[in-house]
């Protein structure tokens, strides 16, 4: 089994789309939870935090869901292929910074569990 990241948030975060995250057995699709795995090379990439912490405070959360927002897909990636990391698509890209923007504004954390 991989990295589950499960947000835990004081307020209830609906998306009117649907996030398309990868899912596990014991995940969503970026909506209550996710397979952190799959992000923690973007994560990485364009800030100084691993998805594999126990717990991410809401204002790492802020950090990664502005250093998302600010960057277009294409820098992302090429910080992401400089660390010889795993690139996303695009679209996951997006629904990823949509995510953690959504969340970091709902003052979530994000925990880790693997």
Same mark, same amino acid.
């Given at each position: 089994?991989?990295?589950?990241?499960?947000?835990?948030?004081?307020?209830?975060v609906?998306?009117?789309k649907?996030?398309?995250?990868?899912?596990?057995l014991?995940?969503?699709?970026?909506?209550?939870?996710?397979r952190?795995?799959? =992000?923690?090379?973007?994560? #990485?990439?364009?800030?100084?935090?691993?998805l594999?912490? =126990?717990?991410?405070?809401n204002?790492? &959360?802020?950090?990664?869901a502005?250093?998302l927002?600010?960057l277009?897909f294409?820098?992302?990636m090429?910080? &992401?292929?400089?660390?010889?990391g795993?690139?996303?698509?695009?679209?996951?890209?997006?629904d #990823?910074t949509r &995510?953690?923007?959504?969340?970091?504004?709902?003052?979530?954390? #994000?925990?880790?569990?693997?």
């Amino acid at each position: 089994m991989g990295l589950d990241s499960i947000w835990k948030s004081p307020k209830r975060v609906w998306f009117w789309k649907k996030p398309d995250l990868a899912a596990g057995l014991c995940s969503g699709h970026g909506q209550g939870s996710f397979r952190g795995g799959r =992000y923690n090379d973007t994560t #990485l990439a364009i800030s100084p935090y691993s998805l594999y912490s =126990y717990e991410l405070s809401n204002e790492q &959360v802020k950090e990664i869901a502005d250093a998302l927002v600010s960057l277009s897909f294409e820098t992302a990636m090429r910080l &992401v292929r400089e660390k010889e990391g795993v690139e996303l698509e695009e679209a996951e890209y997006a629904d #990823l910074t949509r &995510v953690f923007a959504k969340y970091a504004k709902a003052g979530a954390k #994000l925990l880790g569990s693997w």
